[in-house]
């Protein structure tokens, strides 16, 4: 039986992301939230986005410009008796892949919404992602400082489009100028909204019960009486808050409120800690590792190259399933077969970087990677079988580079095959010949390529177009068919970045030529490590 000091840890964590469309509020919520945890005194400096206070390189200059996040920091935070680790998800859509990894890595997620606008594009393809393991979603209505749209038609629009049940846990009295704060259902209490108090944890002032003459007094008795009503409407219409239907990822509690007023934002951590799953555990090829398992274990679901200029290193995120990470202890990279010793993980603890004695399930550590380790290993105590679930997706656009100063040849195919370890994008080397054929999922993956190649591999290179429209990688049970294709198909077979067969098709059609005359072959759009 594992200790209760130990099975204590593990209970008081939670681990989630937000998921969000661009400008619904996201970074403003994790400003608060880390206000919340004391993390940040005042609230304002998360993103360079924002502050421009942080050294950037090159391509965090440039994603910094455009205004998107290319990244996804982790930061750890207490609240209350907890400790939260918050993932944080890049908004742009070009880097769904990673996005989509990194909601691998959480067991819960904060759906944000912009009251105005109610639910967007972005969210809705998130949604989808969640949907792939249930995971439960807690939601917030943002922006209520301003003119928002009918909480009930919001409500609505989540049911319907997002085929999730809404359970309001808190409910607006009024918005935009005439924003006097929410009553919340389950405590039957009205908090007031004070303007201008974005940057403090405020001292709030509460009115019990819903008949309460003060409540007439503070808001206003036009205000208060559609409160009632609505109140009514809301209980008769709308779902009571079901715990079990909520960890099966079928009902959302919701709040409302203002991440640039801080208010609300704290009603919602209340309802995360108190509802969201502790860690959970995590399929593996031959079965699920609990969280509770004393034995380490964990998943890399994310390597992220200099995200210090002052350390240009590679650090690889791994989300630890079961047991306890203890400074200095042997870890088994189980794809490798190979035992290594860690002593220097690194925690994120608001965005800086700190030396992190132990951590546990839940928690994320970061590895320092100097090249052996990729996306989707799993480490261990010792054991031998690898977590199941974190992809990579074939790419869907492609083309050829090619350097400026061919002597340098050897840098970038070193810095092309970082940086498809990396996820960021994806290479490959055609069998017939030495062209080198960069593969995205999204446009912008190529030209944060280019720059970072620049500014981290000191070499010059540009894009040519080539004639490729899909890739998939191949395998096969059957040892001689799979040497046949291999000899036959050479014209269209190259090797990725971890030197996996894939075939290069020229065309849709060729493709499924290609699949109907080596019906022995199997054509995935999907590799797990
Ligand atoms: P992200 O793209 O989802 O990270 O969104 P941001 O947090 O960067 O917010 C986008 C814009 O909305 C910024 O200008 C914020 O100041 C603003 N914003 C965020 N929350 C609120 C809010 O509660 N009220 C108002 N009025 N503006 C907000």
């Known amino acids: 039986m594992a200790n209760q000091d130990f099975l204590?840890?593990?209970?008081?964590?939670?681990?989630?992301?937000?998921?969000?469309?661009?400008?619904?509020?996201?970074?403003?919520?994790?400003?608060?939230?880390?206000?919340?945890?004391?993390?940040?005194?005042?609230?304002?400096?998360?993103?360079?986005k924002k502050s421009g206070?942080?050294?950037?390189?090159?391509?965090?200059?440039?994603?910094?410009?455009?205004?998107?996040?290319?990244?996804?920091?982790?930061?750890?935070?207490?609240?209350?008796?907890?400790?939260?680790?918050?993932?944080?998800?890049?908004?742009?859509?070009?880097?769904s892949e990673d996005t989509y990894r990194t909601l691998t890595a959480v067991d819960s997620c904060l759906m944000v919404i912009d009251a105005a606008k109610g639910v967007e594009d972005r969210t809705r393809k998130l949604m989808?992602?969640?949907?792939?393991?249930?995971?439960?979603?807690?939601?917030?209505?943002?922006?209520?400082d301003r003119d928002i749209r009918d909480p009930l038609e919001l409500?609505?629009?989540?049911?319907?489009?997002?085929?999730?049940?809404?359970?309001?846990?808190?409910?607006?009295?009024?918005s935009g100028k005439r924003f006097k704060g929410v009553y919340h259902l389950y405590r039957d209490e009205t908090v007031l909204y004070q303007s201008g108090q974005g940057h403090t944890i405020q001292e709030v002032r509460t009115i019990k019960g819903l008949n309460n003459s003060e409540l007439d007094e503070a808001v206003g008795s036009e205000l208060a009486d559609t409160l009632r009503d609505e109140l009514e409407l809301v209980r008769g219409a709308s779902n009571d808050f079901d715990k079990e239907l909520f960890l099966e990822g079928?009902?959302?509690?919701?709040?409302?409120?203002?991440?640039?007023?801080?208010?609300?934002?704290?009603?919602?951590?209340?309802?995360?800690?108190?509802?969201?799953?502790?860690?959970?555990?995590?399929?593996?090829?031959?079965?699920?590792?609990?969280?509770?398992?004393?034995?380490?274990?964990?998943?890399?679901?994310?390597i992220q190259a200099n995200m210090d200029p002052k350390h240009r290193d590679r650090i690889a995120f791994c989300r630890i399933?079961?047991?306890?990470?203890?400074?200095?202890?042997?870890?088994?990279?189980?794809?490798?077969?190979?035992?290594v010793r860690i002593s220097d993980a690194l925690t994120f603890l608001a965005g800086d970087r700190s030396l992190l004695e132990e951590a546990y399930a839940g928690d994320i550590i970061g590895l320092h990677n100097h090249g052996t380790i990729r996306i989707g290993d799993t480490f261990t105590s010792g054991d031998n079988y690898r977590f199941s679930?974190?992809?990579?997706?074939?790419?869907?656009?492609?083309?050829?580079?090619?350097?400026?100063?061919?002597?340098?040849?050897?840098?970038?195919?070193?810095?092309?095959?970082?940086?498809?370890?990396?996820?960021?994008?994806?290479?490959?080397?055609?069998?017939?010949?030495n062209d080198l054929i960069v593969g995205a999922v999204g446009v912008l993956q190529f030209d944060v390529v280019v720059a970072r190649l620049k500014a981290e591999y000191n070499v010059e290179a540009l894009y040519e177009h080539i004639n490729v429209s899909t890739a998939r990688w191949v395998y096969s049970d059957n040892e001689k068919k799979l040497d046949e294709f291999r000899r036959k198909g050479e014209q269209n077979l190259a090797l990725d970045g971890g030197d996996n067969l894939t075939y290069i098709a020229p065309t849709m059609v060729n493709l499924q030529l290609a699949q109907e005359r080596y019906p022995d072959i199997q054509f995935t759009n999907t590799r797990e490590n």
Request: net charge neutral.
């Open 8 to 48: 204590n840890e593990i209970s008081k964590r939670r681990t989630f992301a937000i998921i969000s469309h661009p400008d619904a509020g996201k970074t403003t919520i994790t400003e608060k939230v880390l206000l919340f945890g004391r993390a940040l005194q005042t609230a304002g400096t998360v993103k360079g």
């Open 389 to 433: 679930g974190i992809p990579n997706f074939a790419p869907e656009l492609f083309k050829r580079i090619r350097l400026k100063d061919p002597l340098k040849q050897k840098q970038l195919l070193k810095g092309l095959i970082q940086l498809s370890e990396e996820g960021a994008v994806q290479v490959f080397r055609p069998l017939a010949n």
């Open 321 to 339: 399933v079961s047991g306890k990470y203890e400074k200095g202890m042997k870890m088994r990279n189980s794809r490798l077969g190979k035992d």
């Open 155 to 174: 409500l609505d629009e989540v049911e319907t489009e997002l085929d999730i049940l809404c359970a309001p846990i808190t409910w607006p009295i009024g």
């Open 53 to 95: 206070q942080h050294a950037k390189s090159d391509w965090m200059e440039m994603e910094k410009e455009r205004g998107i996040s290319v990244t996804t920091s982790v930061m750890q935070f207490p609240y209350n008796d907890h400790l939260v680790n918050l993932l944080d998800t890049p908004g742009h859509e070009d880097f």
């Open 128 to 144: 989808e992602v969640t949907r792939l393991r249930d995971t439960p979603i807690i939601t917030f209505m943002n922006k209520l």
């Open 250 to 302: 079928q009902l959302t509690p919701v709040f409302f409120g203002t991440a640039l007023g801080n208010f609300g934002v704290d009603h919602m951590l209340d309802g995360l800690v108190e509802w969201a799953p502790e860690p959970l555990g995590r399929e593996t090829e031959s079965g699920t590792v609990d969280s509770k398992d004393e034995k380490f274990s964990g998943f890399v679901f994310k």
